[in-house]
């Protein structure tokens, strides 16, 4: 708290409207596996991006889980993240909203359900009773929330419903999982499965999309509270500015995103609302 206390203390530097701070202390940035699972040469090259631009030392945090980043949050090892708006909407008491990306010119994403491509027939969750599914993470909108909201609405009990029930803890492993046969369905972040099927498409043709949900804000940036003024807004203008540079631009192909928008939280209405559906708040 001490840091974070003296940093907010420091003015930014005039001539670089992104520099946090003289001080220095390292900037912690959090991820989740949902984005960026695997991809270590581009999360080096983004934190040295960050790094030079706010002229302080920052470190990245990747962590297997949802839950182990959110825990990351609560207690204060961490000042950035990116998460899921699912986990968004559970710590937006402790956290703020710093930039959602835009991808395909909107900060909207969707859930795919995903059969194996030798099933034809498969329209809806409703038709996969008694199969086995594969869930992203307990933390997961699309991957979770989103597809048991479904069943749920329909009158069926999810903890039933399927015969068999695993955690794969990545989207990508999601496809892997229905890909190969482990699982007879999943639901998957559209993001992560368009994204694979421009890298990987030999993973994604095993796959067929049976379904698409409904439109959900894009997984956001997002800041603990306890982060300054000034290195809210450094950090943000950074986010905000990365399509404005040739280096900018550059990562952002490679993030397969177009860029960073201000968020805004009615874009996380709908989670909220299923997450009430099961007694979430």
């Known amino acids: 708290m001490q840091r974070r206390k003296f940093l907010g203390l420091l003015p ?42 706010l002229d302080c030392p920052v ?33 937006r008491k402790l956290v703020r909203l710093l930039a959602v990306p835009s991808y395909g010119g909107q900060s909207l994403y969707r859930a795919y359900l995903i059969v194996p491509t030798g099933d034809a027939h498969t329209s809806s969750i409703l038709q996969l009773r008694g199969k086995v599914f594969a869930y992203a993470d307990p933390y997961s909108n699309t991957g979770y929330l989103a597809p048991r909201y479904q069943l749920k609405q329909a009158g069926e009990d999810p903890a039933k419903f399927f015969r068999k029930t695993f955690f794969t803890y990545s989207h990508r492993k999601l496809v892997e999982a229905v890909a190969s046969g482990l699982a007879q369905g999943a639901s998957v972040d559209s993001f992560v499965f368009d994204t694979l099927s421009l890298i990987k498409p030999e993973l994604t043709r095993r796959t067929r999309i049976a ?70 708040d």
């Not at 001080?23 to 934190?47: M, N, S, Y």
């Not at 959110?70 to 090892?77: G, S």
């Not at 300054?228 to 540079?245: G, K, R, Y």
């Open 12 to 53: 930014l530097a005039a001539a670089n409207p992104y520099v946090l701070a003289a001080g220095k202390p390292p900037i912690r940035v959090g991820l989740t596996p949902a984005f960026l699972h695997d991809q270590h040469g581009l999360l080096e090259d983004w934190r040295l991006y960050m790094q030079k631009r």
């Open 59 to 91: 470190e990245f945090l990747q962590r297997d889980s949802y839950r182990e980043t959110m825990d990351l949050l609560r207690l204060e090892k961490i000042d950035f993240a990116w998460i899921c708006d699912y986990p968004y909407v559970h710590l």
């Open 211 to 280: 379904a698409k949900s409904p439109e959900y804000g894009f997984p956001p940036l997002i800041a603990h509270r306890s982060v300054s003024e000034p290195n809210f807004v450094a950090m943000q203008n950074l986010l905000l500015a990365m399509n404005q540079d040739v280096e900018g631009q550059a990562l952002l192909k490679r993030l397969h995103l177009d860029g960073f928008r201000r968020g805004d939280e009615k874009l996380y209405a709908s989670v909220a609302e299923m997450m009430r559906a099961f007694g979430e």
